[in-house]
């Protein structure tokens, strides 16, 4: 009689955590198979919120920058965990609820969109059209850039987003749920819109930029890890890429981007890396990998490489989450 009570709540705990994981995988295929809505996508829904709340807020100090993020990541979570406790016994809406989420945070279908449009476009020597593109996939000003430098900014977009728009979601779900999922995308939106150094977010932006440093530690580097395992499918070696990985992606200013874009510099056999202007303010980033600059014929490359990347961390996502479940019910024992 006494065991019963401890048999119930691991059989919910199967259940629930093998729902959650029907729910990641749900929610890979939904963005496979749709990528990101036009109008009204959940991420920019909470983008135009936290610009309102900046508004409200904004001081240049680090203070209110602390404050304005732990609102809006706290906002993003606690959405999660009602979420979760709303669907608590009944794993058919757990399932729903996570695939939802899931689906609104993964962008891996609409970036390699986005990496086959700016290729095409560069491929018809069309540089209006590419110098167009190039601001849905990263920040830099477009209107002097040449088709090379427009190829080294998509790969280096398709290499850091594989990890923020892919990998890290899905290592924060498998662990949190849909709290780990939607605090994750508050964290990196975020990080996008304030954490660059700017005179105006240099103090503001502080406590957004490092916790974004912090949640995506590991999924950089589970990301290169994946690169590098898979880098026969864009016709590199996987150990050439780890030892560029090792050499070249500490010396990135990011602690986590240098990680991806030097491992996909070693995939492809291209070097990136090179001076940045984002509208006037300019950045020299360090050279990353060996071999020609990236030319249009690499951005497929690195698009093929990055939806590889994301389809593994999808199994491994569905595999931790059960292992997860499979650990807590044996320790409940």
């Not at 709340?53 to 001081?59: H, V």
């Not at 965990?81 to 399932?95: C, D, G, H, I, Y």
Request: net charge positive; aromatic share 4%.
């Amino acid at each position: 009689m006494t065991n019963r009570p401890v048999r119930q709540n691991a059989c919910v705990i199967r259940t629930m955590d093998g729902a959650t994981a029907a729910g990641l995988l749900a929610g890979a295929v939904l963005d496979a198979a749709l990528g990101d809505p036009r109008r009204g996508h959940p991420v920019a829904v909470f983008g135009a919120r936290a610009a309102a709340l900046e508004k409200r807020i904004y001081r240049d100090s680090r203070l209110a920058g602390i404050a304005y993020t732990t609102i809006c990541v706290g906002a993003a979570t606690a959405a999660g965990l009602l979420a979760e406790r709303m669907t608590r016994s009944s794993p058919v809406a757990r399932t729903a609820v996570t695939a939802a989420a899931t689906w609104a945070v993964l962008g891996g279908t609409t970036l390699a969109r986005e990496g086959a449009m700016m290729a095409r476009a560069l491929e018809d020597g069309d540089l209006a059209a590419a110098r167009a593109r190039l601001p849905h996939l990263c920040g830099r000003d477009p209107s002097r850039l040449d088709a090379a430098e427009l190829a080294r900014g998509t790969v280096e977009s398709v290499a850091e987003n594989t990890s923020d728009a892919v990998v890290a979601p899905l290592v924060w779900g498998a662990v949190f749920g849909v709290p780990g999922l939607l605090g994750y995308r508050a964290v990196n939106t975020l990080d996008a819109m304030v954490g660059h150094r700017s005179p105006r977010y240099a103090r503001f932006g502080w406590a957004s930029a490092r916790l974004d440093d912090v949640a995506n530690y590991v999924p950089a580097r589970l990301t290169a890890l994946l690169t590098a395992g898979l880098a026969g499918l864009a016709g590199g070696s996987p150990r050439r890429t780890a030892a560029v990985v090792i050499r070249d992606g500490h010396r990135h200013p990011s602690p986590n981007s240098g990680r991806c874009e030097a491992a996909f510099a070693g995939a492809l056999g291209v070097r990136l890396g090179g001076v940045n202007d984002y509208g006037g303010r300019v950045e020299h980033r360090p050279e990353l990998g060996d071999g020609p600059r990236p030319g249009p014929s690499d951005i497929p490359r690195s698009v093929r490489l990055a939806r590889a990347v994301s389809y593994a961390s999808v199994g491994l996502a569905v595999v931790a989450r059960l292992a997860l479940g499979w650990a807590r019910r044996r320790n409940g024992r």
